[in-house]
Structure formats: C-alpha cells, structure tokens
C-alpha cells in the first residue's frame, strides 16, 4: 500500500517554481523518498530521490523535512512540458529486499502559460 | 540515462487468445523488473516482481495463471497475459531495476496499451 499522501492536482504559471508537497508521515528510517512524473499515456519518469539530505539534479530539487515525515520536490522554473502527475513514493532501498514501488494517487500538476 | 523498451507498444485481440508483452533494459542489467497495469485515470498497480532465473512474485490478487511472467536473462522480462478477456484492457508497464548505479533506482518503459475485444 501507498505510504505517502499528495494533493490531488496543483496549478502553476510558467517560468514560475513549482512546489510539489508529499506527506509521508509513516516513514521508517531506512526508507528512501522517490519521485516520479506520468506524461499522459507514457511510463513514469524518474526525477530524483534521497533520504534525508536534500537533493538536487538537472531537472528539480528535493526537500526533505529534519523528521522526514514530509518533502517538497521543486521545479525550478516550470515549463509547459512539465505538465504531468508527479508521484512521491517511500522505498526499502537494501540488497536482499524486493525494493518493491507501490504508488499513490500523485499530484496533477498543469503548467499555465 | 538507463534505457527501458517495451513491445509492443500497442495490441489489440480477441477474446480468448494470448499476448506476450516483452520488456528489455538496453544498456545495464537487471536482475529485478517489475510488472504494473494501470487503468484509465488511475495509479499504476503493481502486478508482480520478476527475479531473473527463478519463479515471479505476484501481487495479492494478481493470478500467475493468467498472467505468466518469464525472466530468462539479465535483460528481458515477458509477461504473457493468457485467455485475455475485456477486462484485461489495460496499460501494461515494465519497470527494471538498475542496480549497478551508486544510488540505485528503477527506470520504466513506455508502457503497452492492451485492448481486447
């Protein structure tokens, strides 16, 4: 079962950063924080994760609470290209463990121009 | 970027009949690859883990029987979805895990639109 909680949708102006907030209140200290984005009609996409230090790549930052019990993923400037449901799931990320994702409702973002 | 293909990319059957869904990690090995199905604007549902060279691990309330999964190499997972009926229309998703990164992750394909009429 999903561990995480997303609001349903969000919009956001273009150029503008857009915050996508994740409650994760349940998690375990060994459980990552990943996430995710669904263009319509095509496979998830990975953007970014970590575990208790914030992250960032080329394509968003990730923002993690001190008690790790919620996150913030941030896309910088938001492009129209960005529009897409963005999901925040929490994982076992160990060795011998089936490092299973079992997704949520996510977020569906929509870029306004 | 690690790269995931499915194929086909969409299928449409008959009633009755079987379909073999093939997902390929192109450039790194994996010896994990997931199965997903997700219907119309719904999430993706985990269907079952695919370990290479042993026996899949199924969802509860997938059926193996239906819905055969074989993993022979470090690179391809099949899911065969037997007897299709309508209600097995659907988007079928791979996933496959890389865990040769330093930080390891899971990329997906591009996902397989089943209709069967």
Known sequence: ?113 | GAVVSQHPSRVICKSGTSVKIECRSLDFQATTMFWYRQFPKQSLMLMATSNEGSKATYEQGVEKDKFLINHASLTLSTLTVTSAHPEDSSFYICSARDSGLPRETQYFGPGTRLLVL
């Open chain 1, 1 to 113: 079962d999903a561990k995480t909680t997303q609001p349903p949708s969000m919009d956001c102006a273009e150029g503008r950063a857009a915050n996508l907030p994740c409650n994760h209140s349940t998690i375990s200290g060994n459980e990552y924080v990943y996430w995710y984005r669904q263009i319509h009609s095509q496979g998830p996409q990975y953007i970014i994760h970590g575990l208790k230090n914030n992250e960032t790549n080329e394509m968003a930052s990730l923002i993690i609470t001190e008690d790790r019990k919620s996150s913030t993923l941030i896309l910088p400037h938001a492009t129209l290209r960005d529009t897409a449901v963005y999901y925040c799931i929490v994982r076992v990320a160990e060795w011998n463990t089936g490092n299973q994702f079992y997704f949520g409702t996510g977020t569906s973002l929509t870029v306004i121009p």
